[in-house]
C-alpha cells in the first residue's frame, strides 16, 4: 500500500513540476510582451511627435509658399 501512495505522490509531484514550469514559461512570456508592448508604445509615440513636427514644418513651408507667391503677385502688379 505504501508504494502505491508513495507512486502516485511521486506522479502527482511531477505533474506539480510540470504545472509549475508551465507557469514560470508563461510568466516569462507575459514579461516579454509587457516589455515589448511598452518598447512599442514608447516608438508609437515617437512616430506621432515625428509626424507633429512634420505637420508643423509642412504648415510654414505652405505659409512660405503663399507669402512667395504674393511677392510674386505684388511684383507682377507693378
Do not use: P
Not at 502516485?8 to 504545472?19: C, G, H, I, M, S
Amino acid at each position: 500500500m505504501y508504494t502505491q501512495n508513495h507512486t502516485q505522490l511521486t506522479a502527482l509531484e511531477k505533474l506539480e513540476d510540470k504545472f509549475d514550469d508551465i507557469i514560470e514559461d508563461l510568466n516569462e512570456k507575459i514579461v516579454e510582451l509587457e516589455y515589448t508592448n511598452d518598447r512599442q508604445a514608447t516608438e508609437i509615440g515617437d512616430l506621432q511627435s515625428d509626424a507633429r513636427h512634420s505637420s508643423n514644418e509642412l504648415d510654414e513651408l505652405n505659409s512660405l509658399v503663399t507669402s512667395l507667391e504674393d511677392i510674386l503677385d505684388n511684383l507682377e502688379s507693378s
